[in-house]
């Protein structure tokens, strides 16, 4: 499966963005999604993940409250809402696919990434 990530930007504290990961090729229902971030000099860590069917999702505690991740899988997509954003929510944001139906905050569980995209957060 390929992704796309988009959606990243320029936002200032306590602003939202949404970010969207596109997926094509094989059947994206097949595949458990999440989202991972990665800031300069740090380890990409995870941020949200959510099941096949989108019943189930979980959070960093970070984001927990701020952030919401969901799925369309008629349109091969998922989505990271994100609100009240602050400075330490700046990094590159990924998201990746998992060929499990269950969501998992591991990154060595996720087969597949995108390219990622640039959240900076300014206060």
């Known amino acids: 499966v390929q992704l796309q990530a988009s959606g990243g930007g320029l936002v200032q504290a306590g602003g939202s963005l949404r970010l969207s990961c596109a997926a094509s090729g094989r059947a994206f229902s097949n595949y458990a999604m999440g989202w991972f971030r990665q800031a300069p000099g740090k380890e990409r860590e995870f941020v949200a993940t959510?099941?096949?069917?989108?019943?189930?999702?979980d959070y960093a505690d970070s984001v927990k409250g701020r952030f919401t991740i969901s799925r369309d899988n008629a349109k091969n997509m998922v989505t990271l809402q994100m609100n009240s954003l602050k400075p330490e929510d700046t990094a590159v944001y990924y998201c990746a696919a998992r060929p499990r139906l269950l969501p998992s905050s591991r990154v060595n569980e996720y087969e597949y990434w995108g390219q990622g995209t640039q959240v900076t957060v300014s206060s």
């Open positions: 959510i099941s096949w069917s989108g019943g189930s999702a």
